[in-house]
């Protein structure tokens, strides 16, 4: 059986999961972009109705932004890094009807400029892999490991940017929000996951960058629950972490 080893730990394992956003890809290069679009789509709303985002421009959704409005971090347990497209839409929503729409009126309004915002990000394919992953995927594939992805995502987006990484070919499932009842911090995803790939979850691990990767992996009694640290290095917030690394350059695969 293959070895994965991290730290000081080795631990045989058949199969490795992975959350999608901040763990495959740098979430501030794809979804900071979003945000940063969304935002301004919404202060232009709302200066129609003579109000400004209620919170401020990093108050709404967990984001922190330089002089220019460039999102240059986030709240790693905010809705910025953890919400689903319908929650965020819900906290955006929320915003407009408190300015005076009526909730379809505000909710139809912050689809389009959601839509808006993810044209933009097809149009540049912005995805970025964080440092360290394709070295670490190609290990993986060379020790025949099953992959898989599971991410609070949709099944769209998630295979575009999985496409635009060149890493698709990798995973041999891919779990997103639509495909469970239960998103994380439950376990369905993990066990679905499993199950797709035939593996029991004790000879598999989960790798993700918040604590509901964390708690979904424990949840589903995989072996280990590996949790990325912020890129400034912030690891607080992954409480239920059985190990904490700064990149995939901590991991390697013997056979």
Excluded at 97 to 105: D, I, V
Excluded at 120 to 141: D, I, M, S, V
Aim: charged letters at 20%.
């Amino acid at each position: 059986m293959p070895l994965l080893h991290v730290n000081h730990t080795t631990i045989p394992c058949q199969g490795i999961l992975f959350d999608k956003d901040g763990t495959l890809l740098d979430i501030l290069a794809t979804w900071g972009l979003w945000a940063e679009l969304v935002l301004r789509g919404m202060e232009t709303q709302l200066a129609i109705r003579g109000r400004t985002l209620e919170g401020g421009i990093s108050g709404l959704l967990g984001t922190i932004h330089d002089d220019s409005g460039k999102v240059i971090g986030y709240d790693p347990s905010g809705p910025f890094s953890m919400a689903t497209a319908g929650e965020t839409e819900g906290l955006l929503a929320w915003q407009l009807y408190a300015s005076g729409l009526s909730w379809n009126e505000a909710l139809a309004k912050v689809k389009h400029i959601a839509k808006d915002a993810m044209n933009e990000l097809r149009k540049r394919q912005a995805a970025y892999p964080l440092q360290g992953l394709l070295p670490f995927l190609k290990q993986c594939a060379d020790a025949s490991l099953k992959l898989g992805v599971v991410t609070s995502d949709g099944t769209k987006t998630t295979a575009e940017q999985l496409e635009w990484l060149g890493i698709a070919a990798y995973f041999q499932t891919v779990v997103t929000r639509d495909h469970v009842v239960n998103g994380k911090p439950d376990p369905e995803m993990a066990e679905k996951a499993c199950i797709e790939l035939g593996l029991n979850p004790g000879e598999t691990v989960m790798i993700g960058d918040s604590n509901a990767d964390m708690q979904t992996a424990k949840g589903a009694g995989v072996s280990l629950a590996i949790g990325i640290a912020g890129q400034d290095g912030g690891s607080a917030h992954l409480l239920d972490a059985d190990i904490v690394i700064s990149g995939f350059h901590e991991l390697s695969i013997s056979s």
